[in-house]
């Protein structure tokens, strides 16, 4: 059974910091890649930041460049978001997301089922 479960939110003050978690189980973790996303109320799903297979390669959104770090340890099955200087804006539910495209372009993709960061003095 594929499990994704996100851990680590909660209420932080603004330029506080937080690492969320995300304990993958249920799949070869370390053939897939993984990202971060969130979703602020009344907002679409944006996608955060991810991460290679191997964790050769990351990626950011440009709003969280510079503060936000995505890790993962394939020894652990699990990925992790850095996040640091939080603004009110990073205020969301966030989702952690396994994805894979086999060689004959079958997509492979999981979520977890998310965890609250607030942002908030």
């Known amino acids: 059974q594929v499990q994704l479960v996100e851990s680590g939110g909660g209420l932080v003050q603004p330029g506080g910091s937080l690492r969320l978690s995300c304990a993958a189980s249920?799949?070869?973790?370390?053939?897939?890649?993984m990202s971060w996303y969130r979703q602020a109320p009344g907002k679409e799903r944006e996608l955060v930041a991810g991460?290679?297979?191997?964790?050769?390669?990351?990626n950011y959104a440009d709003s969280v460049k510079g503060r936000f770090t995505i890790s993962r340890d394939n020894a652990k099955n699990t990925v992790y978001l850095q996040m640091s200087s939080l603004e009110s804006e990073d205020t969301a539910v966030y989702y952690c997301?396994?994805?894979?495209?086999?060689?004959?372009?079958?997509?492979?993709?999981?979520w977890g089922q998310g965890t609250q960061v607030t942002v908030s003095s």
């Open positions: 997301n396994a994805e894979r495209i086999t060689i004959w372009a079958q997509k492979y993709s999981y």
């Open positions: 249920g799949f070869t973790f370390s053939s897939y890649a």
């Open positions: 991460i290679t297979s191997t964790g050769g390669r990351t």
